[in-house]
């Protein structure tokens, strides 16, 4: 039988992982004050979130294997689940300051903590950097060495167009909603989202066991994106209809002219004077404004529009796995264990 990963078992593979990066860092004789600095960034940006990508990895080799990982095995799978979170951290870091978000995980984001500032652009560098050391470092005598390598670099790139198109489509500050569109929000939601949250830890559990053939690589990219495409589109249904005590935050998307899937449903089935409320609330930091698009929602019925939309992508994506062709070890349980986690999710 598979076993499931907890949050403290993982998170304690993380101090000899800080521990690798800094005697790495030591071998340019690096001052005590940029050192100290480096672990601390370390600290704070990798920590504290809820791991959910990093414990995937380990999840996802146990239950390719169907049993529990010995220590070894487990050091070696959550050590590739630290480095998705490095790349979390990497963007999340990055992303605060291209948004000018105020928290991040119930605390200050990095770059606005004292004395931080513009730093955090360079320690976001370091964070991705830190990823191919430790890669080196545990997986240079790995026969899947190189396309480890590949597959961070390709995600990192597919995270990063997703995130361009976000940008230009919907900024904060101009608010165009000539610019959205269901493909447009497909796009982003599918490179900035789905591939570096859902595909990277199950190809990582693939290459790691060395059976990331391309038909198995094919079957995890066709359940995946999808997979992820629906996490995202349900992150966007809560934001808006999900309960605060639930979620932990109060929703925002249309205050921040967020390309959401609410409003690019929305501008699909408008009349024209409900485009014109559209046009006039959304994307505006004003609470009446925020109202009266959420009473336009209500009108337009999204919300059992999104319960119609969900109930067809689920039955869709579990006809996918009842045909994942196992004989190459892939498993559809890894892909169960992914959509069990989220579907119906209140937070």
């Known amino acids: 039988m ?19 990066l800094l005697e790495h860092a030591k071998t340019y ?16 940006n990798s920590i504290g979130g809820k791991c959910n990508r990093g414990m995937s990895v380990p999840d996802s080799v146990s239950l390719l294997l169907g049993r529990p990982l010995n220590e070894d095995e487990y050091f070696k799978a959550a050590t590739l689940g630290w480095l998705t979170e490095l790349l979390q951290a990497f963007f999340l870091v990055s992303d605060d300051i291209m ?19 513009m730093i955090a652009i360079n320690d976001a560098f370091m964070l991705e950097a830190s990823i191919y050391n430790l890669l080196k470092k545990y997986f240079r005598d790995h026969p899947c060495y190189v396309n480890f390598l590949e597959l961070f670099h390709d995600v990192t790139f597919q995270t990063e167009i997703g995130q361009l198109c976000d940008l230009i489509t919907a900024p904060e500050d101009n608010v165009n909603l000539d610019n959205f569109s269901m493909e447009k929000y497909r796009f982003i939601v599918i490179y900035k989202t789905a591939y570096y949250s859902f595909y990277l830890p199950v190809a990582l559990a693939l290459y790691m066991l060395n059976i990331a053939t391309p038909q198995n690589l094919k079957q995890a990219e066709d359940i995946l994106i999808p997979l ?11 934001d808006n209809f999900g309960l605060p005590e639930h979620i932990g935050k109060i929703g925002t ?10 409003v690019n449903q929305a501008l699909t089935i408008v009349t024209p ?17 925020e109202a009266a698009v959420k009473k336009l929602y209500d009108e337009l019925k999204l919300e059992q529009r999104y319960k119609d939309y969900e109930e067809k992508v689920v039955g869709d ?13 892939l498993k559809k349980g890894v892909f169960e264990t992914f959509l069990d986690k989220i579907y119906k999710r209140s937070k």
């Open 2 to 20: 598979a076993q499931k990963t907890t949050l403290k078992e993982f998170e304690s593979v993380f101090p000899k992982l800080e521990e690798a």
């Open 317 to 329: 994506i579990r006809g996918m796995i009842a045909k994942v062709d196992e004989t190459q070890g």
């Open 228 to 238: 992820g495409e629906y996490f995202q589109v349900q992150d966007d249904y809560l």
């Open 29 to 44: 004789k690096i001052p005590e004050e940029a050192l100290q600095w480096y672990k601390k960034s370390l600290e704070v």
């Open 99 to 117: 948004d000018s978000s105020i928290t991040r995980r119930g605390k200050p984001c990095w770059y606005r903590q004292e004395g931080v500032g």
């Open 273 to 289: 004077e409900q485009r014109r409320v559209l046009e006039e609330n959304y994307g505006r930091k004003d609470k009446d404004k």
């Open 253 to 262: 998307d249309i205050m921040d002219n967020k390309c959401s899937w609410l």
